[in-house]
């Protein structure tokens, strides 16, 4: 069973274009990241939001965390070549004692074409 | 400052081949991790650390050994090379604190044949 559900899968779209890529769960999360991975590369951080119904706005991007901290959106306004990429959300909760202090569980992705 | 620097970038191994993937970071971070990426299975956890001498299974961790004998490093083993194991490799590491970001290395590309 995948913890974190991103949708779309994949998302092409022409360079202008406004989206939303979407992270959903059934399980509640600490936080939640937001990462862009290029090919050939490690993912990098985008973003992290804590607090429900939290909205962060980095550039053309904005990340919004749902309410009740089961769910994340990432909109692009006017998207350009350069946003193409993947994008993996990843949520945290509270580990086990003994254990790493939170665990960190990734989505599945979703893969960013913008077309020139 | 180089962050996380795996080696190799790529490696092609036989089946029943052992070899070590190798993982340091700079920044003292506590915890390191593994991932293994998949087409379609996302980041999958292999194994962490939350400090030397201490180490867990993640949610994948069959077919693979780690040890952390210091800070800095966290190789990965694989003691015989399956070719179920193809895959990209990364290792990760961050501060062990709730809402820490992650930071990834280049990657490892692994085929084995």
């Not at chain 2, 190798?22 to 293994?36: G, K, L, T």
């Not at chain 2, 590491?93 to 809402?99: A, E, I, K, L, Y």
Request: charged letters at 15%.
């Amino acid at each position: 069973t995948q913890l974190l559900e991103q949708s779309p899968q994949f998302l092409s779209i022409q360079e202008g274009e406004n989206l939303t890529v979407y992270c959903n769960s059934s399980s509640v999360f600490s936080s939640l990241q937001w990462y862009r991975q290029e090919p050939g590369e490690g993912p990098v951080l985008l973003v992290t939001v804590v607090t429900g119904g939290e909205v962060k706005k980095l550039k053309r991007l904005t990340f919004q965390f749902g309410d009740a901290r089961k769910d994340s959106s990432l909109h692009i306004t006017a998207a350009q070549p350069g946003d193409t990429g993947l994008y993996l959300c990843a949520g945290a909760r509270r580990g086990n004692s003994g254990g790493s202090n939170y665990k960190l569980t990734f989505g599945k992705g979703t893969l960013l074409t913008v077309n020139p | 400052n180089a962050g996380v620097t795996q080696t190799p970038k790529f490696q092609v191994l036989k089946t029943g081949q052992s070899m070590t993937l190798q993982c340091a970071q700079d920044m003292n971070h506590e915890y390191m991790s593994w991932y293994r990426q998949d087409p379609g299975m996302g980041l999958r956890l292999i194994h962490y650390s939350v400090g030397a001498g201490i180490t867990d299974q993640g949610e994948v961790p069959n077919g693979y050994n780690v040890s952390r004998s210091t800070t800095e490093d966290f190789p990965l083993r694989l003691l015989s090379a399956a070719p179920s194991q193809t895959s990209v490799y990364f290792c990760a590491s961050r501060r062990d604190r709730v809402g820490e970001k992650l930071f990834f290395g280049s990657g490892t590309q692994l085929s084995v044949l």
